[in-house]
């Protein structure tokens, strides 16, 4: 299946259409999709959503989707990869929460805003983009990359009020900052240890291990070593890290290791992981 491309960090656009563009095929970047009048639906690998004015989706690299129009629709377009993420201004640690949470999204239709506050912010923010994108003023460009980041942390911060999906909806508080603790450090092996986090915690070994299992159904050890090979996944499909640059992020001693781990995981070598996922 072709795949389409973005050649730029990232892109804005907004159309009035009466009938979408066949875009059946997959993409290798993240697409934010508002829709500021309308009605129809949206079909996102096989499942419908009946979408209206105030409607924001999130489809990420390799979903498959479609919008059937019943009435003409003004939608707003955002586009954006992974390169973008990386040279953004924003921080190191919330870049590498924000990749997480973003490629990590309930693949399903509907609306993502999950916060009722945050539907006017979006609706407004969106309606600066699109007045700066046309007036072309000083610092225009500047600006509207400030409010592009802005938008993708509203984003990223709805989409983690149902994330991690394995987390008991009943998690108490500090569970959750536990895997927000893990996430923030899982390039950093030293402080992912058990013993460092619970240090951090202020909770006794055994007890971490009985208290993170009961509300993440699975050992923080492989909630660990699943989050981290997500994220090594997401490095050999759409980056162009070699492997030993990646083995080097992610904190292992050599890249022996780090194939080592990566062949437990997955059941190839990180270089054919590579090689399999490109050539589909």
Do not use: W
């Not at 939608?75 to 992974?82: A, G, I, S």
């Not at 609706?123 to 938008?151: P, S, W």
């Not at 080097?248 to 437990?264: I, L, P, Q, R, V």
């Amino acid at each position: 299946m072709k795949k389409e491309n973005l050649y730029e960090p990232f892109t804005v656009s907004f159309e009035t259409l009466t009938e979408y563009p066949d875009v059946g095929d997959r993409h290798n970047f993240f697409e934010l999709v508002y829709v500021l009048s309308g009605t129809g639906s949206q079909c996102i690998n096989k499942n419908i959503f009946e979408y209206d004015g105030g409607h924001l989706f999130l489809l990420t690299p390799e979903d498959c989707h479609n919008f059937t129009i019943k009435t003409e629709t003004q939608f707003f377009f955002l586009r954006f990869n992974d390169i973008y993420l990386k040279n953004s201004s924003l921080q190191n640690e919330n870049i590498q929460r924000l990749e997480y949470i973003l490629q990590n999204a309930n693949h399903q239709p509907g609306c993502i805003l999950k916060n009722d506050s945050d539907k006017f912010l979006i609706k407004t923010m969106i309606e600066a983009i699109i007045r700066e994108h046309q007036d072309k003023d000083v610092y225009n460009k500047e600006l509207i990359q400030q409010l592009v980041n802005t938008l993708i942390i509203v984003v990223a911060r709805n989409i983690a009020k149902y994330l991690p999906e394995q987390v008991n909806i009943g998690c108490e508080a500090k569970a959750m900052d536990i895997l927000q603790y893990i996430q923030n450090n899982i390039y950093y092996p030293e402080k992912i240890k058990a013993e460092s986090i619970s240090e951090h915690f202020g909770i006794s070994g055994t007890y971490l291990g009985r208290y993170f299992k009961k509300h993440a159904n699975e050992t923080m050890q492989q909630y660990i070593s699943n989050y981290k090979t997500k994220l090594i996944e997401h490095r050999l499909q759409f980056s162009e890290k070699r492997i030993n640059e990646i083995s080097y992020e992610f904190g292992f001693t050599d890249e022996s290791h780090f194939n080592k781990f990566f062949k437990k995981q997955k059941g190839n070598s990180p270089s054919e992981f590579r090689k399999t996922v490109r050539l589909n």
